[in-house]
Every structure is written in structure tokens, then in C-alpha cells.
Nanobody, 118 residues
Framework: QVQLVESGGGLVQAGGSLRLSCAAS????????MGWYRQAPGRQRELVAA???????NYAASVKGRFTISRVNAKNTVYLQMNSLKPEDTAVYYC????????????WGQGTQVTVSS
């Protein structure tokens, strides 16, 4: 019913930038919360950033000040601008959508690889 497609991952040198994009399809009503998670080898999946339909944002402490999340509600699309990238940012990044904002039914993208070299 709902499909999330991520794009924009790749290989970048430390200090560089990448912009991730995620588009949701198959949704009739507004999505309350969209966000980005990441998972590195040997580590658990963690929240990177999230944004509500009203524009309220939340960031992991490790990325605050470097990453910016934004969305276009009419297109059910969320973006993650990543600046000043560090090797420890290397991970598979997953898009997440929560239509209700209550965790009743959540959707995930397939993930996009971000690799930051030193």
C-alpha cells in the first residue's frame, strides 16, 4: 500500500556534504511524522532526524548543527541535508513514515548507503 524510495546516498570525503531524498507513494492522507534512521555495522539502528507535518524537528545529538531535515507535505517527500560529514556518519540510512504519529502503522524504505572516507 505504501512505498518509500530513498535516493542521494554515496561516497564522500570527510567534511563534504550529501543530500538524501525520500518520496512516499500510495498514501491518501497526510503523514504526521517522517524521519531518517541509520544503522552502521555492529551498531543498532538509531534515529537521525524526524519532522512532523507542522514542521517540528528532532535531531540526534551527534548530528545536530550538521544535518537539516525538511519536507514537502504536498508531495509526501522528506529530505536530509548532511553537511560536515564525518567517518562515523557512515551507515545505511533508512526513511521512515508514521501517518498517525502514534506508531500505529509505520513504513520503511529499503535504505541508501552513505560512506564517508577520511
Amino acid at each position: 500500500q505504501v512505498q518509500l524510495v530513498e535516493s542521494g546516498g554515496g561516497l564522500v570525503q570527510a567534511g563534504g556534504s550529501l543530500r538524501l531524498s525520500c518520496a512516499a507513494s500510495g498514501i491518501i492522507f497526510s503523514i504526521n511524522t517522517m524521519g531518517w534512521y541509520r544503522q552502521a555495522p555492529g551498531r543498532q539502528r538509531e534515529l537521525v532526524a524526524a519532522i512532523t507535518s507542522g514542521g517540528t524537528t528532532n535531531y540526534a545529538a551527534s548530528v545536530k548543527g550538521r544535518f537539516t531535515i525538511s519536507r514537502v507535505n504536498a508531495k509526501n517527500t522528506v529530505y536530509l541535508q548532511m553537511n560536515s560529514l564525518k567517518p562515523e556518519d557512515t551507515a545505511v540510512y533508512y526513511c521512515n513514515a508514521d501517518p498517525t504519529g502514534l506508531g500505529r502503522r509505520v513504513y520503511w524504505g529499503q535504505g541508501t548507503q552513505v560512506t564517508v572516507s577520511s
